[in-house]
């Protein structure tokens, strides 16, 4: 795909003006970074930072059966929702493997909102369609229609709450409500993917760039992909297309949590299936283990690294990898980098304990 054919956020101007690197991702323009993934990565651990996440898709449910509809085709409990409160959640597909990893939130009754990956916008709808035909449900695509902001960090409470009209405090994580902030009507959620406290705001599309210059005037960082991803390994937060995926098994991960037992569609391929795979972290010594390398046991190939980087944090270089299940015992594992074999220590998940 050529940078022509890339779609734009509605921030594109104000990431290109303030002289941030463009890179393809998910067929959208995106900023990798700004600053520096170092100095963001530490912005939001340490203050604040924004993101640009107006290339996730926003999908609206409405209906009699539109909680018939999302517990069918989801793995975890959606009615244990309360109106104003968010939820993680899985896709099924019917193989055993994941459509996508997404937020479904409950608006009011018959009402929710759901929130996918960039690059799987078209396919969830596509696939939610199929199922929602068997339901009295009205299903609509509005992701265009969305600007998205995700502010993270210990202060972002803080900084957002002096420029919104009521009390962030008293919303809890996982709260999803209507809020007015710097005198444009916005709904706030309260869930984050870093592992700080933080809100994502869903603005009108074309109040977005506004609303983000004015989060930059009061103090916060802009904050690009490559400090996402840093941030998000560190707290050990898997991401569709690499620990997730059309044909990783969900039980794999350490989100079993979000798999409930209940009828869902493609539940005999995941509930009464073994993975045979374990998703794992390693801490390794110097080297950076980087996505697709093999890791090795007894000089067998057991697994591969589904994410790695030098952990800003922690000083030390990091790794998500799906193994052999049977081999997580073995304690003698290698990642093997460029021909050469290093030593990796099964870590627990989250890395960065908080």
């Given at each position: 795909?050529?940078?022509?054919?890339?779609?734009?956020?509605?921030?594109?101007?104000?990431?290109?003006?303030?002289?941030?690197?463009?890179?393809?991702?998910?067929?959208?323009?995106?900023?990798?970074?700004?600053?520096?993934?170092?100095?963001?990565?530490?912005?939001?651990?340490?203050?604040?930072?924004?993101?640009?996440?107006?290339?996730?898709?926003?999908?609206?449910?409405?209906?009699?059966?539109?909680?018939?509809?999302?517990?069918?085709?989801?793995?975890?409990?959606?009615?244990?929702?309360?109106?104003?409160?968010?939820?993680?959640?899985?896709?099924?597909?019917?193989?055993?493997?994941?459509?996508?990893?997404?937020?479904?939130?409950?608006?009011?009754?018959?009402?929710?909102?759901?929130?996918?990956?960039?690059?799987?916008?078209?396919?969830?709808?596509?696939?939610?369609?199929?199922?929602?035909?068997?339901?009295?449900?009205?299903?609509?695509?509005?992701?265009?229609?969305?600007?998205?902001?995700?502010?993270?960090?210990?202060?972002?409470?803080?900084?957002?709450?002096?420029?919104?009209?009521?009390?962030?405090?008293?919303?809890?994580?996982?709260?999803?409500?209507?809020?007015?902030?710097?005198?444009?009507?916005?709904?706030?959620?309260?869930?984050?993917?870093?592992?700080?406290?933080?809100?994502?705001?869903?603005?009108?599309?074309?109040?977005?760039?506004?609303?983000?210059?004015?989060?930059?005037?009061?103090?916060?960082?802009?904050?690009?992909?490559?400090?996402?991803?840093?941030?998000?390994?560190?707290?050990?937060?898997?991401?569709?297309?690499?620990?997730?995926?059309?044909?990783?098994?969900?039980?794999?991960?350490?989100?079993?949590?979000?798999?409930?037992?209940?009828?869902?569609?493609?539940?005999?391929?995941?509930?009464?299936?073994?993975?045979?795979?374990?998703?794992?972290?390693?801490?390794?010594?110097?080297?950076?283990?980087?996505?697709?390398?093999?890791?090795?046991?007894?000089?067998?190939?057991?697994?591969?690294?589904?994410?790695?980087s030098m952990s800003p944090t922690l000083k030390v270089p990091i790794a998500m990898a799906l193994i052999d299940?049977?081999?997580?015992?073995?304690?003698?594992?290698?990642?093997?980098?460029?021909?050469?074999?290093?030593?990796?220590?099964?870590?627990?998940?989250?890395?960065?304990?908080?």
């Amino acid at each position: 795909m050529s940078q022509e054919d890339l779609k734009r956020t509605p921030l594109h101007d104000a990431h290109v003006r303030a002289g941030a690197r463009i890179v393809p991702f998910a067929g959208y323009a995106m900023p990798v970074q700004y600053a520096g993934v170092m100095a963001e990565h530490h912005a939001v651990r340490e203050g604040a930072g924004v993101f640009d996440v107006s290339h996730m898709g926003e999908f609206r449910v409405t209906g009699p059966q539109a909680l018939d509809f999302l517990q069918f085709a989801t793995t975890n409990d959606v009615g244990k929702l309360k109106p104003g409160r968010a939820q993680y959640n899985l896709l099924p597909n019917e193989r055993g493997g994941l459509v996508d990893d997404i937020y479904v939130y409950m608006l009011s009754e018959g009402e929710y909102f759901v929130v996918v990956n960039a690059a799987n916008v078209d396919k969830d709808f596509a696939h939610l369609q199929g199922i929602a035909a068997r339901f009295d449900v009205n299903l609509v695509n509005e992701s265009d229609a969305w600007g998205l902001l995700a502010v993270q960090g210990p202060k972002a409470a803080e900084l957002l709450q002096r420029h919104a009209d009521l009390d962030l405090s008293s919303k809890k994580k996982n709260s999803v409500f209507k809020a007015t902030l710097f005198d444009f009507d916005v709904m706030l959620a309260r869930t984050g993917y870093t592992g700080e406290d933080g809100f994502e705001i869903f603005v009108k599309a074309d109040e977005a760039e506004v609303v983000w210059d004015k989060l930059l005037a009061v103090g916060f960082t802009p904050a690009g992909l490559g400090a996402r991803d840093t941030l998000r390994l560190e707290a050990g937060f898997p991401l569709y297309g690499h620990e997730f995926g059309d044909d990783i098994h969900p039980l794999s991960s350490h989100y079993t949590w979000a798999v409930k037992d209940k009828a869902f569609h493609g539940r005999e391929h995941i509930l009464e299936k073994a993975s045979g795979h374990k998703l794992v972290g390693l801490t390794l010594d110097k080297v950076i283990a980087r996505e697709g390398a093999p890791v090795k046991s007894g000089g067998e190939v057991i697994g591969r690294v589904t994410s790695g980087s030098m952990s800003p944090t922690l000083k030390v270089p990091i790794a998500m990898a799906l193994i052999d299940a049977n081999c997580i015992e073995d304690g003698e594992l290698t990642v093997e980098i460029r021909g050469k074999e290093y030593p990796a220590r099964v870590t627990a998940l989250p890395f960065l304990k908080k």
